[in-house]
């Protein structure tokens, strides 16, 4: 019974997140529906708490939290609580509110069911089998983003949105593909990626990367299997580094012939060769670290980034970090997550725990500096909830 009520909890854990993703990569695109965001937002958590409920009514009454949850969330409300005394006007930034909502909305519970779950193998068949939504869902959101006239609900010329939330299924279609070795998997990959190269940044290409040369490094297929993926991925990239001006100009013809209008941002920049630039990342580092110099030790309490940045972001978890709890405490903190889920991942016999944890790990830390907020990265959130 407990196995049975195990696999729905995680079920519905993953549906909660792919239903959030998916209505990332849509509303983020299409000003007529934008407005709707916050109803379609209680609607996802309204679903998803009735489907808990029936799942607690089903299988009976018994919650189980485990004493390091208990713990670590106790800590965590504290901190706001504190912080928000300390500094009553946080309140006011909206990017403080989204810091609150997100962590509730897609940590909280994993947080809380995760270390719980006697079988966690499921979790990641559930993605498997969710990835077909939200491939969907990524092929609907370009079509929205060029009906919305080339530009996301911001103005831009490229969506930022969508190559955050989409490079999650991509990594995950991809996983599936190195499993089953189904075709459409690969091709389902190949689309979204395309989708992300043409509307979006260039940070996500870095999770893709890291996937592909992580997973063949750790892979448990034989030496020639790694080998070969190692050269392919070398005659790629070298390809690429030697031709890349014509290979950029061909895909770009492309773009403006059947995507009339659309100029993608990553592709631009690579052929002015910016594609290494921050974006203005640096200039707001900067000015973020003079400000966590004044209290290096303490930081400045949950919200820290957002209150010296005077309402804007930091950019970076690891500058969220410390802003949040200082050098020193920040720094522990994030050393000892990473300890934790290297010895997990080490320590673990279950093939679909390892496989979870290296997809999460590969789309959260090879832009640990560069994207992300403390209280806002759930895939940092649940590689500590499989730790816990």
């Given at each position: 019974?407990?196995?049975?009520?195990?696999?729905?909890?995680?079920?519905?854990?993953?549906?909660?997140?792919?239903?959030?993703?998916?209505?990332?990569?849509?509303?983020?695109?299409?000003?007529?529906?934008?407005?709707?965001?916050?109803?379609?937002?209680?609607?996802?958590?309204?679903?998803?708490?009735?489907?808990?409920?029936?799942?607690?009514?089903?299988?009976?009454?018994?919650?189980?939290?485990?004493?390091?949850?208990?713990?670590?969330?106790?800590?965590?409300?504290?901190?706001?609580?504190?912080?928000?005394?300390?500094?009553?006007?946080?309140?006011?930034?909206?990017?403080?509110?989204?810091?609150?909502?997100?962590?509730?909305?897609?940590?909280?519970?994993?947080?809380?069911?995760?270390?719980?779950?006697?079988?966690?193998?499921?979790?990641?068949?559930?993605?498997?089998?969710?990835?077909?939504?939200?491939?969907?869902a990524a092929m609907i959101a370009i079509v929205l983003f060029a009906i919305n006239g080339n530009k996301d609900i911001n103005g831009l010329r490229y969506?930022?949105?969508?190559?955050?939330?989409?490079?999650?299924?991509?990594?995950?279609?991809?996983?599936?593909?190195?499993?089953?070795?189904?075709?459409?998997?690969?091709?389902?990959?190949?689309?979204?990626?395309?989708?992300?190269?043409?509307?979006?940044?260039?940070?996500?290409?870095?999770?893709?990367?890291?996937?592909?040369?992580?997973?063949?490094?750790?892979?448990?297929?034989?030496?020639?299997?790694?080998?070969t993926i190692a050269i392919l991925f070398g005659i790629i990239m070298s390809s690429f580094y030697l031709f890349q001006k014509e290979i950029v100009g061909?895909?770009?013809?492309?773009?403006?012939?059947?995507?009339?209008?659309?100029?993608?941002?990553?592709?631009?920049?690579?052929?002015?060769?910016?594609?290494?630039?921050?974006?203005?990342?640096?200039?707001?580092?900067?000015?973020?670290?003079?400000?966590?110099?004044?209290?290096?030790?303490?930081?400045?309490?949950?919200?820290?980034?957002?209150?010296?940045?005077?309402?804007?972001?930091?950019?970076?978890?690891?500058?969220?970090?410390?802003?949040?709890?200082?050098?020193?405490?920040?720094?522990?903190?994030?050393?000892?997550?990473?300890?934790?889920?290297?010895?997990?991942?080490?320590?673990?016999?279950?093939?679909?725990?390892?496989?979870?944890?290296?997809?999460?790990?590969?789309?959260?830390?090879?832009?640990?500096?560069?994207?992300?907020?403390?209280?806002?990265?759930?895939?940092?959130?649940?590689?500590?909830?499989?730790?816990?």
């Amino acid at each position: 019974m407990n196995s049975m009520k195990d696999r729905r909890l995680s079920k519905i854990l993953v549906l909660q997140i792919c239903l959030f993703t998916a209505k990332n990569m849509i509303f983020s695109n299409y000003n007529l529906i934008m407005s709707y965001n916050t109803i379609a937002n209680i609607l996802i958590i309204f679903i998803c708490a009735a489907l808990f409920g029936v799942c607690e009514m089903k299988y009976g009454l018994t919650l189980r939290i485990n004493n390091r949850s208990i713990i670590l969330l106790s800590c965590v409300a504290i901190f706001w609580v504190l912080s928000i005394a300390f500094h009553p006007y946080l309140i006011r930034y909206g990017y403080i509110i989204n810091d609150i909502t997100e962590f509730v909305a897609y940590s909280t519970l994993a947080i809380i069911i995760i270390p719980n779950l006697s079988d966690k193998n499921e979790l990641l068949d559930s993605f498997y089998k969710y990835s077909y939504f939200l491939f969907v869902a990524a092929m609907i959101a370009i079509v929205l983003f060029a009906i919305n006239g080339n530009k996301d609900i911001n103005g831009l010329r490229y969506s930022m949105a969508y190559g955050k939330n989409g490079v999650f299924p991509c990594v995950i279609l991809l996983s599936k593909f190195k499993r089953d070795r189904k075709i459409y998997d690969l091709a389902m990959t190949i689309a979204i990626l395309f989708g992300i190269i043409s509307i979006s940044s260039r940070f996500p290409l870095l999770y893709v990367a890291a996937y592909i040369i992580v997973s063949a490094i750790f892979s448990e297929q034989r030496s020639a299997w790694k080998l070969t993926i190692a050269i392919l991925f070398g005659i790629i990239m070298s390809s690429f580094y030697l031709f890349q001006k014509e290979i950029v100009g061909f895909i770009l013809a492309i773009l403006n012939k059947y995507l009339s209008g659309v100029s993608s941002r990553t592709l631009q920049m690579l052929l002015s060769g910016e594609l290494i630039l921050d974006s203005g990342r640096d200039v707001i580092h900067q000015r973020l670290l003079n400000e966590i110099n004044k209290h290096a030790i303490t930081g400045y309490g949950a919200g820290g980034a957002v209150l010296l940045l005077n309402g804007e972001l930091a950019h970076g978890f690891l500058y969220d970090s410390w802003a949040n709890f200082g050098y020193i405490f920040g720094t522990t903190i994030i050393a000892i997550s990473i300890l934790a889920i290297i010895r997990k991942y080490r320590t673990t016999k279950e093939r679909n725990i390892k496989e979870l944890m290296l997809i999460l790990g590969c789309c959260f830390f090879p832009t640990i500096s560069l994207q992300d907020g403390f209280w806002t990265a759930y895939k940092y959130w649940w590689l500590v909830a499989l730790c816990l």
